[in-house]
């Protein structure tokens, strides 16, 4: 089997991007898997020295069948740069695993992602792969079929992407003209819709919620996992989006996860409710008040 070339898009951060790597390089596909990196560039004067350090540390990256590097001349930000890379790599490749540089991945990550790559690759209501566990809800199976899709560790193919909508106006309008906006926040416990809308007025540039949307709409399917094989280590300010805390703390589960194809081909209504317990009890104004106190107490007074 030819393995999904993984995409890795970096930044400033090159503490956490030589976690990234090493966690990469103990899996045992991947010196079968080709690797593309994608280093912005600084955005002003503070970020220049980082910026150069993450540069001279991809340059000595080794372990892999491949190792190419793209360095942009200029800052692009995340989102454009997670577009053009997985368009022109997808297209090229058909399938394709992405990666940011405060992931740090299970040692057997890569062999289940090319596993589902595969199960799943002729099953056109299936577009997504997310290997991220958060919600630590003992009632999820080990894979499951949802209508959301998770940013942390994922997969997906040419056939999916090239429905991807970068219009989040259109989105948006589209959401509300067929009344799921309830649904795609689940059930009102979570502000995915906000968070579209917020793209569309400028206040983030999320690539992530523009998938999301794109694939609800498309009524089509991610496979998730209910044992995390990628944990995000960059809850401790130093990224774009950085908060949570441990809100999103994950434990990475350290053995072989197999891909059994699920039939029927349809979401997983118990795995639904449990994202929705899960929203509720974290997004709750009571919970979000406590964290806030709790934050305070320990001297961040950030919003």
Not at 174 to 181: A, D, F, G, H, S
Not at 199 to 219: V, Y
Not at 251 to 258: A, E, R
Request: net charge positive.
């Amino acid at each position: 089997m030819n393995y999904a070339p993984i995409l890795l898009f970096v930044y400033n951060r090159p503490g956490h991007l030589r976690q990234t790597v090493e966690a990469l390089q103990n899996n045992v596909l991947a010196p079968q898997s080709d690797l593309f990196i994608y280093s912005d560039a600084p955005k002003d004067e503070s970020s220049r020295k980082a910026v150069a350090e993450v540069r001279r540390l991809i340059h000595s990256i080794a372990g892999f069948k491949s190792v190419t590097i793209t360095e942009r001349s200029e800052n692009w930000g995340l989102a454009r740069s997670i577009i053009d890379g997985v368009t022109t790599q997808v297209n090229r490749f058909g399938r394709v695993i992405v990666l940011e540089d405060d992931l740090i991945v299970a040692p057997h990550f890569l062999t289940f992602m090319n596993d589902a790559l595969e199960t799943y690759k002729d099953e056109p209501r299936v577009g997504h792969i997310q290997a991220c566990d958060f919600t630590k809800d003992p009632s999820l199976p080990d894979t499951f079929l949802i209508k959301w899709t998770g940013s942390w560790g994922w997969a997906t193919w040419a056939r999916a992407w090239q429905h991807f909508n970068p219009d989040g106006k259109a989105l948006l309008t589209e959401l509300k003209r067929r009344r799921l906006t309830r649904t795609f926040d689940f059930n009102g416990k979570y502000g995915y819709t906000r968070m579209l809308r917020r793209q569309t007025e400028g206040k983030n540039n999320s690539w992530a919620i523009r998938w999301n949307a794109t694939l609800f709409l498309k009524d089509m399917l991610s496979l998730n996992v209910g044992k995390s094989l990628v944990q995000n280590n960059g809850f401790d300010g130093s990224g774009t989006n950085c908060g949570g805390g441990g809100l999103y703390a994950s434990d990475l589960y350290m053995k072989p996860l197999p891909v059994v194809r699920i039939s029927p081909i349809e979401e997983n209504a118990e795995a639904r409710q449990a994202y929705v317990r899960y929203y509720a009890r974290t997004n709750s104004f009571t919970a979000k008040a406590i964290r806030r106190i709790k934050r305070t107490l320990k001297g961040d007074f950030g919003a």
